[in-house]
T-cell receptor, first 109, second 119 residues
Framework: GQNIDQPTEMTATEGAIVQINCTYQ??????LFWYQQHAGEAPTFLSY????GLEEKGRFSSFLSRSKGYSYLLLKELQMKDSASYLCAARGGADGLTFGKGTHLIIQP | GAVVSQHPSRVICKSGTSVKIECRSL??????MFWYRQFPKQSLMLMAT?????????EQGVEKDKFLINHASLTLSTLTVTSAHPEDSSFYIC???????????????FGDGTRLSIL
């Protein structure tokens, strides 16, 4: 089966850094995705990891450890517009993604 | 970049009505499309995987006779919610991926979603 765990809610300050953790258990593993979702909208792709290590893309970085079933999304220089839900999703043996419940990130001035 | 168009964006209809949602890949051929459902404050749940020219694969607990999926071309998949009831009210989102065996750095491209409200 598939199981994705991530914190329900986090709060951070504008200009700061925040790390959102995700642990996963999948039958088969073909990649870990992070998506951003604003309320009432479809998810927007942020990052993809299939090998261990850190992938950096501008203000966003994502890390994967396959042996630990662990990933994190790092957001730097936080802006108010970064307030959203961040979804961790794993692709297992089949093609479809299994999503976590999402981490609601609140950015405070 | 790759674009997926989903239509309609919002539907409000009476109980017992059948509703069709379209998902189109605009600038690439999508051999595989996925349909997800998201209830308020909950995660996206995969409903079914649609492969062009073959029958869809449904996730456990999803009624295939109620949620009819047709993927007749490489750019279009449709989801029809038959005899919809209030409990079917949800946010339905499609996504598309072009290569079924390409596990490289290729995300699924999501449509904008359809908010379905059954009265």
């Amino acid at each position: 089966g598939q199981n994705i765990d991530q914190p329900t809610e986090m709060t951070a300050t504008e200009g700061a850094i925040v790390q959102i953790n995700c642990t996963y258990q999948t039958s088969g593993f073909n990649g870990l995705f992070w998506y951003q979702q604003h309320a009432g909208e479809a998810p927007t792709f942020l990052s993809y990891n299939v090998l261990d290590g850190l992938e950096e893309k501008g203000r966003f970085s994502s890390f994967l450890s396959r042996s630990k079933g662990y990933s994190y999304l790092l957001l730097k220089e936080l802006q108010m517009k970064d307030s959203a839900s961040y979804l961790c999703a794993a692709r297992g043996g089949a093609d479809g993604l299994t999503f976590g419940k999402g981490t609601h990130l609140i950015i405070q001035p | 970049g790759a674009v997926v168009s989903q239509h309609p964006s919002r539907v409000i209809c009476k109980s017992g009505t059948s509703v069709k949602i379209e998902c189109r890949s605009l600038d690439f051929q999508a051999t595989t499309m996925f349909w997800y459902r998201q209830f308020p404050k909950q995660s996206l749940m995969l409903m079914a995987t649609s492969n062009e020219g073959s029958k869809a694969t449904y996730e456990q607990g999803v009624e295939k006779d109620k949620f009819l999926i047709n993927h007749a071309s490489l750019t279009l998949s449709t989801l029809t919610v038959t005899s919809a009831h209030p409990e079917d009210s949800s946010f339905y989102i499609c996504s598309a991926r072009s290569h079924p065996r390409d596990y490289s750095n290729q995300p699924q491209h999501f449509g904008d979603g359809t908010r379905l409200s059954i009265l």
